[in-house]
């Protein structure tokens, strides 16, 4: 059974950093299936970076091109997401979740895994 855990949020004053990681327990597909999604309070959930089919281009949200990086650890079988410049509208829950690499990337219905979700708070 496939179990994806997040982890390495918290708190953080605006300009600052964090660097989430996501591990994947039992995977039978490739880490570039993996992609992040966030939920702020009250607000739908959205993506936030992602692998293409391939594996060899990454997308990101509008609101954190320039800012957040994904990246993939293949020893380690982990998903990092970068987060630099941290801006209080960053403020959500953050989730790291797993689709069949041929379903649209910034697709939350493509998603069929999920994990549980790790806070971020970017105080001003």
């Known amino acids: 059974q496939v179990r994806l855990i997040e982890s390495g949020g918290g708190l953080v004053q605006a300009g600052g950093s964090l660097r989430l990681s996501c591990a994947a327990a039992g995977r039978t597909f490739s880490l570039h299936a993996i992609a992040w999604f966030r939920q702020a309070p009250g607000k739908d959930r959205e993506f936030v970076a992602g692998w293409t089919y391939s594996g060899s281009a990454t997308r990101y949200a509008d609101s954190v091109e320039g800012r957040f990086t994904i990246s993939r650890d293949d020893a380690e079988g982990t998903v990092k997401l970068q987060l630099d410049s941290l801006k209080p509208e960053d403020t959500a829950v953050y989730y790291c979740?797993?689709?069949?690499?041929?379903?649209?990337?910034?697709?939350?219905?493509?998603?069929?895994?999920w994990g549980q979700g790790t806070h971020v708070t970017v105080s001003s």
């Open positions: 979740a797993a689709r069949p690499v041929y379903l649209a990337v910034r697709d939350l219905e493509s998603y069929n895994h």
